[in-house]
């Protein structure tokens, strides 16, 4: 490929700019061998020639094709070089707004200014677990590489974060460790990660400051090491730091701050506990006030500092040593603010004894002013021979009084260092570790000092360790791939770097200058000017003596030699530190002894102290012999020697600007970075080997345009691929065949993208030219058809006009006949109406004639019939008169013969007989009624003459006192009476006549109002009309608002009942997660304990109360006791002890259990008793007589049986009744009426119920009466008795049934029993009243005794002891007390529930009762007095009852829980656990044994827990259990005897209800528990379709054809490929969706849960497929589209086969359809912008603008979306109330509603198959 190839015309190229750099340009003509110049045209139009170095033949750069620029990976591009990369990253940066870059191994991060929401939990989480290529560049993914070679190769990693001041280190740095603290979490419960995270606010306070450069600048380096153990969780962590920059505590620039810590304490002087500080604002202090400006924009540092301490706490610094450290910080500042006057003669100076800094300085530290004042003037020197005391200048003393607070300041940083990596170390054993290396790039500033050489020389060393760790990965790239390779040349800066720290090297002569007593740095300038002047990378400037210029990698640095000395010696004098060293405050002094001068410290005075230290000063003089150079050498050697056993990770950082603006991109600043950093080193060494590289299959698709149609035919993809390049690319160097992929040389792609483009312009053209020519032919057929089509209409008309006039002449001659037809036609009618006028006249007559003859006629007929009608009656009147005489007398014969007959037959015997047969009773009945009523009548005769008796004495009483009174009045009254009854008359007619005229008023008023009335009725219709037509019109008008609002409503519903549900079920999960937790520090405590004799309760053995919040339906104690040992086991017996409660409810439960044991101890003894003593009675009989005697046993025990459940059901109704009796009486007068209806029938109940009585005693008289005349026989006739003959009775004869006799016999037999049974009963209870007396009096008794033992060891005590004893004893025995109050409560509580429940069952038996009892009533009365009353024994069904011992229960969960298989059950019925249980809890519901009941479902949860643990990724399992669970739970609601459960139950299935217990609580329980086991189903379910979904919805190819046109990938790490091929096709998830829907089907699972089921399963697909799509660059484009269309369309294919469609699955893909939808539409106009934001609904804004940025053209022929187009995207989706977020939380689930869903079976059609082993089960 040659030159001239290359540079033809229309090729674009990159030109020199001394603006921007790099100015892009294209060739209007082809470029020749030999021309001077190139014809170029700038992107403006403007036309440029471009010269060219004929002798160097030096080309400017070619441009990549627009189909490679934006790559994610720099080194894809196939034209490496400058002006690419940085055209590359400002692409990214400006117009995708994309931060991160890869360049091979490195990850270029630009500071982007601003807040991106791409740091949160859920990027996290996306990144967790993918390869470095699979997703777009991120911090996250460099760490998640780190962390997965560590766990993969066992060794030990580093991530190396570089970069300018303000380039974003720091927070690059920060977010890695985040990601760790993430993703590994913590291997204890110390919060070590928090830890990690804690240390950044603090030591951002101490080494962070404002520059000019960065507003929160690190002005240190440090290597954060992060331990992790085997299972690769954080343990610990430790932090190395590199030379701190001091000379900021007491220096500088303008603009700039010092560290934040002095600023932040400032700001918080005003605090109480900061008082002593005597701290003012930061302007009044020196150190803090040079810069000017103190604040920084946007940060407040008092809210900063309280963080700070927040950290400090954390990381377990006491509130003391804090105090200490803040008055140190504060000293710092006073000694800033030490005011030192020069005395007259210069040489010497002093303070003043009033300067308060200074006696602050000297108070805040602990030491004696005197002295500070003194040796901070004066300088001490030690000869051989004697000491001299000398007096330093102004400015000597102002250095010192500098060099101390630098030295305070560094001491008290390496002192929190170490103390954060005290906090952060732990004594387990660190298994690997990853570093993090934050530290300073290479910097050149106008002016470099000590500082800047430093930096520079330790970036050297890192790049020269990058370099070689590129050159090591090129190298195992060829090899793995077997390619030939030769070495390649890159530079190797080992001669600066030995020209630094090879012997005599800068830092050589440096520290020997230093160590000459009257060394100067002008001195040590000019040895490096006679040693080094030879060296390529050394250079003397032209004009300065002072400086000395080295050549770096990155660029050349001049330095000022003026300071080096004196900051390499870092002096400080010895008085000022031993001073300090003899400070009364503890850490103060610790700050500056070191390990040989710790000892000799502590004892004497200061004094003292200076004059016996001399031997440890001259070691410290020894010690201070290390200069600050050789200290950050030494350092430097021991990080790079730790980056060298590691596997580095290289993040570089560049700023964009030096504005700090968002998102503005400096040319100029990111090429001297990109220089400076090595990425463009990388590239130089890619580009001189084989830079891209391409997988046979990805060449294959995306060049097979370029294979002739021949080749194609070739099923061997790599011969293709070589055939191809052999013959397009003729050099064979600029490409190698490896093992899976082709190398090619720098610019080799681009050349194939041009071959492959002219080829498609050359199918262009073809095809345009095809098109133009059929559009040239559709265009002339066009013409041709429209000309034909004039020719046509033109004839037409003329055709038409001749036919108008045709049509119009022979119009003429039609009017012109029907005209004159229309005159003939009038004179015709008129005449014709005159005779029909006389024609109707005659016919009139002659009809009327005839009608009047007809009528006369009828008449006529009409008088004969009704006279032979009356004839006819008279003569058959006659004749039946004459019949019925007939019939009389034959009658009359007939009737005298009969009742001739029954005289007779009437006085005959046997008739009398028949008659008086069952009449005795009745007569029996009439008397007792006749002798009950002859009691009343009499009773109310005696209460009538009683009555009477008094009624005659008061009206003789009254009599008497009306003759005095009429005596003692005299005549005279008479008179007044009459007067009086006068007026009384008056009175009474004036009432009359005032009663008409109020009558006669409401008459009229009545009217009036009845007018009124119907007025307003009228009115009120009208009214009426009106407001219908007017609510018509509304509703017409607002059907629609209303429908509307009514939806709008609903879904709110919806969503908030979604949203309490999803609360609710988060809490279970959170719950479930919680008890995992537990488990395994459980287990984890149990493998470190491995102590003797320490036992553990198994799990099987805990409560349900420990397994949930809610309580049972028992009061047992069980639950409560064991989850406190539970609790005492965890925090330990020490801890346990401080808590009263805790330890007194354990003593009870352990009393309450030993007392318990004693009982039952008793109880058995006593059995053990009973049974030694039964001895068995032989009764010889036949086998007749036995089955005899077993019948009438079986029977007496039936009736007794029966009898007591009637008399047990009758005094609940009676009870029943008196409460609902009271109930009634106590309502409002409202349910008067229904009291009174209530009232009446209980009436009606209890007469029935006396008239049933009156029955029963009628025949125990009849079996009374039979047993004694039976009696009376035997006994008169012998042996032999005959029961037939005949019995006198008192009032009749009756013939005796030989089964009655017998029935009464046994109705004694009975009764008799019956007694017995009683009184053993009794006898019974008594002795175990007397029994539990015993053992209360024994337990008083133990009590008073354990009382007496208290008290006398409460004798020998102490006073004061004896008080807090008797405290001790009270609480405890308060503590008892309320315990057994919330005990008391709580069955109180449970009881009233119970009753309730009870309450409404009995309420319906109650009304059915009645009822039943009023059918049999009517029934009575049909039926004769004297019924059979013997009892037929019933046939045993199977009742749907399983009955099982107590021991039995530990295997019957084995058997069906813990060990069962969901294959052993294949085939049987579905859920049949489930069943099982239930009928095993309905039996101990039967037998009313509520501790069976509490202990069976607690078990059964517990066994299923345990199971789902063990199974924890068996889907199978999981589903069995989750259908069974449910189905438990729908058997609890189905015959829990709730009548909202009950509608679709059979009579049958009614019988089979619970009738003891409410287990409300527990069907919560059970609820929880499916939604634990539902949400383990999805996370298995998840576990088995995430590996599958990106690969199968995004990468693989469901459409052929579309991978041809697949964009240039970019290079993927080796070390991120996974082994093997992992792809998948959407037919695996199909496979595994039919898998799943199979297996849960099968199980009998829910149809409503397996649709909640897949909608989860699809959101997971939709979530995981989005997010992958807003994290790749290389699948947004136009192909992924119509791939995420089919496929999607395929799944909801699936679910409409499935009929899965219901469930709301393909609603939750709705935001993947918009996305695919969105890569499809156009993106050009304003218009495809409406399109897309009114399409793109369930996309949030961020969403939408990330895909538009990460849009992928297909080809060259595609245009890129624009950045115009992406603004008017924003500024139209802004009024929307969107999330932050960007990503879809993968991990949300839907709250899971379990519907009620009753099943059809009965339990007794249950069969349990013997595979299950459950003999031991008893079906009742």
């Not at 600048?217 to 920059?245: C, H, P, V």
């Not at 041009?754 to 030219?769: C, E, G, P, V, Y």
Request: hydrophobic letters at 35%; glycine letters at 4%; one cysteine or more.
């Amino acid at each position: 490929m040659s030159v001239s190839e290359l540079y033809s015309q229309y090729t674009r190229v990159w030109i020199p700019d001394p603006d921007e750099v790099w100015r892009s340009a294209e060739l209007t003509k082809d470029y020749k061998e030999g021309n001077k110049s190139l014809q170029l045209r700038l992107e403006d139009e403007t036309i440029r020639e471009y010269p060219i170095d004929v002798q160097n033949n030096q080309l400017p750069f070619l441009r990549n094709p627009d189909i490679l620029v934006g790559e994610n990976d720099l080194t894809a591009l196939s034209y490496l070089h400058e002006p690419a990369v940085l055209h590359n990253l400002k692409v990214r940066f400006l117009e995708s707004n994309h931060i991160y870059t890869y360049c091979g191994i490195v990850l270029v991060a630009i500071n982007p200014y601003d807040q991106l929401p791409i740091y949160g939990q859920d990027v996290i989480y996306a990144y967790s677990g993918q390869n470095m290529g699979d997703m777009d560049p991120h911090i996250f993914a460099v760490a998640e590489e780190a962390y997965k070679q560590m766990a993969r190769d066992e060794k030990n990693q580093s991530i190396i974060v570089s970069g300018e001041s303000g380039a974003g280190k720091t927070v690059s740095a920060k977010y890695a460790m985040r990601y760790f603290t993430t993703v590994s979490g913590s291997a204890s419960d110390t919060n070590i990660e928090e830890k990690v995270l804690a240390s950044s606010p603090i030591m951002e306070a101490i080494g962070n400051a404002k520059t000019t450069r960065n507003d929160n600048s690190s002005r240190f380096g440090k290597y954060i090491q992060i331990g992790f153990d085997k299972r690769y969780r954080i343990i610990g962590a430790n932090m190395r730091t590199y030379l701190l920059e001091k000379s900021r505590v007491v220096f500088q620039a303008d603009d700039e701050r010092n560290y934040h810590i002095f600023y932040q304490l400032c700001a918080a002087a005003s605090l109480p506990e900061f008082k002593e500080l005597a701290l003012t604002c930061a302007e009044d202090f020196f150190y803090t006030s040079q810069g000017g400006n103190t604040f920084i924009e946007g940060v407040d540092d008092a809210e900063d500092f309280e963080k700070t301490r927040q950290a400090f706490t954390l990381v377990g610094v006491r509130e003391s040593h804090q105090i200490s450290i803040f008055k140190i910080i504060a000293s710092i500042l006073h000694l800033g603010n030490v005011e030192i006057q020069a005395e007259r003669d210069g040489e010497s100076c002093r303070v003043s004894p009033e300067d308060e800094h200074l006696s602050d300085f000297c108070r805040l530290l602990g030491v004696e002013r005197s002295q500070m004042e003194h040796w901070l003037c004066h300088r001490k020197l030690v000869t051989t021979s004697e000491t001299y005391v000398k007096t330093m200048s102004l400015q000597q003393v102002v250095n010192a009084r500098d060099a101390l607070a630098k030295h305070i300041y560094a001491q008290l940083f390496h002192w929190i260092v170490e103390h954060v990596n005290k906090a952060l170390h732990t004594s387990l054993k660190q298994h690997s570790f990853i570093g993090v290396l934050d530290i300073y790039g290479f910097e050149t500033f106008e002016v470099n000092s000590f500082e800047q050489f430093c930096i520079n020389y330790a970036n050297e060393k890192l790049q020269q360790q990058f370099n070689s760790h590129v050159f090591k990965l090129e190298q195992e790239e060829y090899m793995k791939e077997q390619i030939p390779w030769t070495l390649i040349d890159f530079y190797d800066n080992q001669p600066c770097i030995d020209l630094i720290e090879a012997k005599l090297g800068i830092l050589d002569l440096l520290d020997e200058e230093c160590k000459v007593p009257k060394g100067t740095d002008q001195n040590w300038t000019q040895k490096l000017y006679d040693r080094h002047s030879g060296s390529q990378h050394f250079q003397k400037p032209r004009m300065s003596n002072k400086a000395f210029i080295v050549i770096h990698f990155a660029d050349k640095v001049e330095y000022l030699s003026d300071g080096f000395l004196e900051k390499n010696r870092d002096t400080v004098y010895e008085e000022q530190i031993n001073i300090l060293k003899a400070s009364k405050f503890p850490l103060v002094a610790d700050l500056f002894h070191d390990g040989k001068d710790s000892a000799p410290t502590a004892t004497t005075s200061s004094k003292i102290n200076i004059r016996s230290s001399r031997p440890p000063v001259k070691a410290s003089n020894k010690e201070h012999k290390k200069t600050v150079g050789y200290q950050f050498r030494s350092s430097l050697h021991l990080l790079m020697e730790t980056l060298n056993a590691t596997t580095p990770h290289y993040v570089r950082c560049i700023k964009p600007n030096d504005e700090k603006l968002p998102f503005h991109f400096n040319p100029k600043r990111a090429v001297q970075q990109l220089r400076a950093c090595g990425v463009l080193e990388t590239i130089r060494i890619s580009a001189a080997g084989y830079p891209s590289r391409w997988s046979y299959h990805d060449f294959f698709n995306r060049y097979r345009v370029l294979v002739k149609k021949r080749d194609l035919a070739n099923a061997d993809k790599k011969a293709i691929c070589r055939s191809v390049l052999e013959s397009l690319i003729k050099d064979p160097d600029k490409f190698q065949f490896g093992r899976t992929k082709i190398f090619f040389r720098a610019g080799q792609v681009a050349y194939l993208e041009k071959l492959r483009a002219d080829k498609f312009r050359a199918a262009t053209i073809m095809i345009q030219k095809t098109v133009r020519g059929w559009l040239q032919k559709v265009k002339y057929r066009r013409l041709k058809g429209a000309a034909l089509t004039l020719q046509r209409h033109c004839r037409g008309y003329l055709a038409r006009r001749l036919a108008e006039h045709l049509r119009r002449t022979r119009a003429a001659v039609v009017l012109q006949k029907q005209y004159r037809m229309q005159r003939a036609r009038r004179a015709y009618q008129r005449v014709r109406r005159a005779a029909v006028i006389i024609q109707a006249f005659a016919r009139g007559m002659f009809v009327r004639r005839i009608y009047h003859q007809v009528l006369r006629e009828h008449k006529a007929t009409v008088i004969q019939k009704h006279v032979r009608g009356w004839m006819a009656r008279r003569r058959f009147q006659r004749l039946r008169g004459a019949a019925i005489v007939i019939q009389c007398g034959f009658r009359r014969l007939k009737a005298k013969q009969a009742l001739k007959a029954l005289r007779i037959e009437a006085r005959s015997a046997e008739h009398l007989k028949r008659l008086n047969v069952g009449m005795e009773n009745k007569i029996v009945q009439l008397q007792r009624k006749i002798d009950d009523q002859n009691k009343e009548l009499k009773t109310l005769s005696e209460q009538l003459s009683a009555i009477t008796s008094a009624h005659t004495m008061e009206v003789e009483k009254l009599k008497k006192e009306l003759a005095c009174y009429q005596q003692s009045q005299g005549e005279d009254r008479g008179p007044q009476l009459q007067e009086e009854v006068a007026s009384l008359r008056t009175e009474l007619q004036r009432a009359h006549s005032e009663r008409k005229i109020l009558e006669d008023t409401h008459t009229r008023e009545k009217d009036e109002l009845r007018k009124r009335v119907a007025d307003l009725e009228q009115e009120n219709a009208l009214l009426k009309d009106e407001k219908e037509q007017l609510n018509n019109q509304i509703l017409c008008q607002s059907k629609d608002e209303f429908a509307q609002n009514s939806v709008k409503e609903n879904l709110m519903m919806k969503r908030e009942l979604e949203e309490e549900r999803s609360r609710y079920q988060n809490l279970v999960k959170e719950y479930s997660r919680l008890e995992q937790r537990y488990d395994n520090l459980r287990d984890e405590m149990t493998i470190l304990k491995q102590t003797p004799g320490h036992r553990r309760n198994p799990s099987n053995q805990s409560s349900l109360e420990s397994d949930s919040n809610y309580p049972s339906i028992s009061t047992s104690e069980v639950g409560d006791t064991e989850d406190t040992l539970q609790q005492v086991e965890e925090i330990g017996l020490e801890k346990a002890a401080m808590d009263m409660t805790v330890f007194l409810k354990l003593q009870k439960r352990v009393r309450e259990l030993e007392q318990e044991r004693k009982k039952l101890q008793v109880q058995l003894e006593k059995k053990e008793q009973q049974d030694g003593k039964r001895v068995p009675v032989e009764q010889p009989s036949n086998d007749s007589d036995l089955d005899q005697d077993a019948d009438l046993a079986y029977n007496s025990l039936k009736r007794q049986e029966l009898e007591s459940e009637n008399k047990k059901l009758k005094n609940e109704l009676n009870e029943l009744r008196t409460a609902v009796a009271d109930q009634a009486s106590e309502h409002s007068p409202a349910a008067a009426g229904t009291a009174g209806s209530y009232s009446l029938l209980l009436n009606q109940l209890r007469l029935a119920n006396e008239e049933l009585e009156v029955r029963k005693e009628e025949v125990l008289i009849l079996r009374t009466q039979i047993v004694s005349a039976d009696q009376r026989r035997l006994a008169g006739k012998g042996s032999e008795p005959n029961i037939n003959a005949r019995t006198s009775w008192p009032n009749s004869e009756k013939h005796v049934d030989q089964e009655d006799a017998i029935e009464a016999y046994h109705g004694v037999c009975q009764t008799n029993r019956l007694l017995e049974a009683q009184l053993q009963a009794q006898s019974r209870e008594h002795e175990e009243e007397v029994d539990s007396l015993k053992a209360q009096l024994e337990a008083l008794k133990e009590e008073m005794d354990r009382q007496q033992q208290t008290f006398c060891q409460t004798l020998l005590l102490s006073p004061e002891a004896q008080v807090e004893f008797g405290i001790q004893q009270e609480m405890s025995r308060l503590t008892n007390e309320n315990l057994d109050l919330k005990e008391l409560v709580e069955k109180l509580e449970k009881n009233e529930r119970k009753l309730k429940k009870q309450l409404k069952i009995y309420m319906k038996k109650v009304q059915d009762l009645e009822a039943a009892q009023a059918l049999a009533q009517s029934e009575r009365k049909r039926h004769e007095l004297n019924r059979q009353v013997t009892v037929q024994r019933k046939e045993k069904d199977f009742q749907g009852m399983l009955e099982y011992h107590r021991e039995d229960e530990a295997l019957l969960i084995r058997n069906l829980v813990t060990e069962l298989k969901p294959q052993a059950l294949a085939g049987a019925v579905p859920c049949l656990p489930a069943y099982i249980l239930y009928m095993c809890i309905r039996h101990a519901d039967y037998v009313n044994d509520d501790l069976k009941v509490h202990s069976l479902l607690t078990s059964t949860i517990n066994g299923i827990k345990k199971v789902l643990k063990k199974h924890s990724e068996d889907f199978e399992m999981t589903s069995f259990w989750l259908s069974n669970a449910c189905r438990l739970l729908h058997c609890l609601k189905q015959y829990s005897g709730d009548e909202g459960f009950m509608t679709q139950n059979t009579a049958k299935q009614n019988e089979h209800c619970l009738k003891n217990f409410d287990l409300t609580e527990y069907r919560q329980v059970l609820s929880d528990l499916s939604i634990q086991i539902y949400q383990q189903l999805i996370k298995i379910a998840e576990g088995l379709l995430q590996p599958m979904i990106v690969s199968a919805m995004l990468e693989n190819e469901s459409i052929q054809g579309l991978s041809g046109v697949k964009p240039t990938g970019y290079r993927k790490r080796t070390s991120s490929m996974p082994e093997g091929d992992n792809s998948y096709c959407l037919e695996a998830i199909i496979r595994q969706m039919n898998s799943f829907h199979t297996v849960m089907c099968d199980q009998g699972l829910d149809p409503e849960i397996i649709l909640q089921v897949f909608r989860q399963l699809f959101y997971i697909i939709n979530a995981v497929t989005l997010n992958n799509l807003l994290l790749r660059k290389d699948v947004c484009s136009w192909s992924t589209g119509m791939q995420l269309r089919y496929n999607i369309s395929q799944l909801e294919e699936w679910l409409r086969a499935r009929n899965l469609h219901q469930s709301g699955a393909a609603e939750t893909m709705e935001p993947l359809i918009q996305a695919a939808q969105l890569l499809q539409l156009k993106k050009k106009s304003p218009e495809d912008a409406e399109a897309i934001c009114s399409l793109c609904t369930a996309l949030s804004t961020q969403q939408i603008v990330k895909i538009l940025n990460l849009y992928t053209p297909l080809n060259e022929f595609e245009e890129r979306v624009t950045v115009a187009f992406i603004r008017t995207i924003q500024a139209q989706l802004q009024d929307r109330n969107d999330p932050q977020q960007l990503l879809l939380d993968f991990k949300h689930m839907f709250p899971v509603l379990f519907p009620f869903n009753p099943s059809s079976l009965t339990m007794d059609s249950i069969h349990i198959p013997a595979c299950l082993n459950l003999e031991f089960l008893n079906e009742v």
